[in-house]
C-alpha cells in the first residue's frame, strides 16, 4: 500500500505540472489571439470610409467623376 501511495503522489504531482502547462499555454495562446485581435481592428476600413470609394469607383466607371484640373 505504500508504494501504490508513492505512485499515487508521483501521479498526482505530474497531473498538477500537466496543468500548470497547461494553463501557462492557453493564457499564450489567449494573449496571442488578442493581440491578433486588436490588430485587426485597428486595421480595418470603416463603413463611411469604404461607402465612399465605392462611390468614387462607381463614379469613374460611369465617367461622371472629373479630377479637378489646376
Same mark, same amino acid.
Given at each position: 500500500?505504500?508504494e ?7 501521479? @498526482?504531482?505530474?497531473?498538477? %505540472?500537466?496543468? %500548470? ?21 485597428? %486595421?480595418?476600413?470603416? @463603413?463611411?470610409?469604404?461607402a ?6 462607381? =463614379?469613374?466607371?460611369?465617367? %461622371?467623376?472629373? =479630377?479637378?484640373?489646376?
Amino acid at each position: 500500500s505504500n508504494e501504490v501511495a508513492q505512485s499515487d503522489e508521483r501521479l @498526482r504531482a505530474a497531473l498538477a %505540472d500537466l496543468h %500548470d502547462t497547461f494553463a501557462a499555454r492557453a493564457g499564450d495562446a489567449e494573449a496571442a489571439l488578442s493581440r491578433s485581435s486588436a490588430e485587426l481592428r485597428a %486595421d480595418k476600413v470603416g @463603413r463611411e470610409d469604404m461607402a465612399a470609394l465605392l462611390t468614387e469607383l462607381a =463614379l469613374r466607371l460611369k465617367g %461622371d467623376f472629373d =479630377l479637378p484640373t489646376p
